[in-house]
């Protein structure tokens, strides 16, 4: 396996465990008592909506900025973890997969775009 490869599936991996993370967390295992769980789930999971397609087709712009979505996930993750026992579980697995996503989504910008700088110069 390439560098390319390891990052895509390191980003996708973050980036699905975390979504899948998001639905989880909030509708089965630790529901909101004070809002609705629609609600939350479009503040927590409405936000991985937006870079599917891109993150889907293999964009190395949409990669880059989607690494900057991953930070507010690992500051989330650490808040949560930090202030509340009964969902610290859940939010060091949010940590790990935002963190990740982060390095997948950073390292695949970085090397497809030298691909594509590379082949964009030989041919």
Not at 20 to 48: D, K, M, N, R, T
């Amino acid at each position: 396996m390439n560098r390319i490869t390891i990052s895509y599936s390191a980003a996708i991996s973050g980036y699905f465990g975390l979504l899948l993370l998001q639905f989880l967390w909030y509708i089965q295992l630790s529901p909101p008592e004070h809002i609705p769980i629609s609600v939350a789930l479009v503040i927590a999971a409405g936000p991985l909506l937006f870079p599917l397609r891109g993150i889907l087709y293999g964009r190395p712009y949409t990669f880059a900025w989607t690494g900057y979505l991953a930070l507010l996930y690992f500051i989330h993750g650490v808040m949560e973890a930090w202030s509340s026992d009964t969902v610290r579980h859940l939010a060091l697995l949010e940590v790990l997969f935002s963190v990740m996503m982060y390095t997948g989504c950073i390292f695949f910008a970085r090397f497809k775009g030298q691909a594509l700088k590379a082949d964009k110069t030989r041919g």
